[in-house]
Nanobody, 113 residues
Framework: QVQLVESGGGLVQPGGTLRLSCAAS????????MMWYRQAPGKERELVAS????????NYAGSVKGRFTISRDNTKNTVYLQMNSLKPEDTAVYYC??????WGRGTQVTVSS
């Protein structure tokens, strides 16, 4: 059974940093690309970042490029999202997902002073 469990969200001031983690189980993690999505209140879910199975190629939404970094540790079956220079518009529930439609329950990120 595939499980994706996000953690690391919270309340942070504008300009602050957070690191999200997504622990995966139930499949061969090192063979699967992974993605982070987010959904803000009243908005559609949007792709934030993706990473290939080896971690060699990453892609980002334009709104987060240069501020967020996706990475993975295949020895720990975990994918990360380092978020720097956070803005209020980054406030959302952040989800980890794979290309087969498996989703975590999400972790809330709130950027506010």
């Amino acid at each position: 059974q595939v499980q994706l469990v996000e953690s690391g969200g919270g309340l942070v001031q504008p300009g602050g940093t957070l690191r999200l983690s997504c622990a995966a189980s139930g499949f061969t993690f090192s063979l699967r690309a992974m993605m982070w999505y987010r959904q803000a209140p009243g908005k559609e879910r949007e792709l934030v970042a993706s990473i290939t199975s080896s971690g060699g190629v990453t892609n980002y939404a334009g709104s987060v490029k240069g501020r967020f970094t996706i990475s993975r540790d295949n020895t720990k079956n975990t994918v990360y999202l380092q978020m720097n220079s956070l803005k209020p518009e980054d406030t959302a529930v952040y989800y980890c997902t794979d290309p087969f439609g498996n989703w975590g329950r999400g972790t809330q990120v709130t950027v506010s002073s």
